[in-house]
């Protein structure tokens, strides 16, 4: 019943934006840290970004300066705006939820996924 669902993603030149949206259903995520994790080619799943319920963010240095991330609790939303995008930044994103109150950046500790979105970013 539980599913996440990211919508988003594509291809955009180097220094263009895209948002990402991740969808929740089958229960409420208010409560819970909401992240997203990103992974390339021959490369392990890493760490992004992530929200907790009362607002407080945190982000992977490569990106802190150019991504935002945000959440809708009501309607179950969490998004990451992403600008002055990079060919580095190409990569597979996954939405993610952790049950706990504090941001935590393993993604191990992650309870449930989304299947991913393409983001593709040309030199």
């Known amino acids: 019943q539980v599913q996440l669902v990211e919508t988003g993603g594509g291809l955009v030149q180097a220094g263009g934006s895209l948002r990402l949206s991740c969808a929740a259903s089958g229960r409420t995520f208010s409560t819970y840290v909401m992240g997203w994790f990103r992974q390339a080619p021959g490369k392990e799943r890493e760490f992004v970004a992530a929200?907790?319920?009362?607002?407080?963010?945190y982000f992977t240095d490569s990106v802190k300066s150019r991504f935002t991330i945000s959440r809708d609790n009501a309607k179950n939303t969490m998004y990451l705006q992403m600008n002055s995008l990079k060919p580095e930044d190409t990569a597979v994103y996954y939405c993610?939820?952790?049950?706990?109150?504090?941001?935590?950046?393993?993604?191990?500790?992650?309870?449930?996924w989304g299947q991913g979105t393409q983001v593709t970013v040309s030199s």
């Open positions: 993610a939820v952790d049950r706990a109150t504090v941001i935590r950046t393993h993604r191990g500790l992650y309870d449930y």
């Open positions: 929200i907790a319920s009362g607002g407080n963010t």
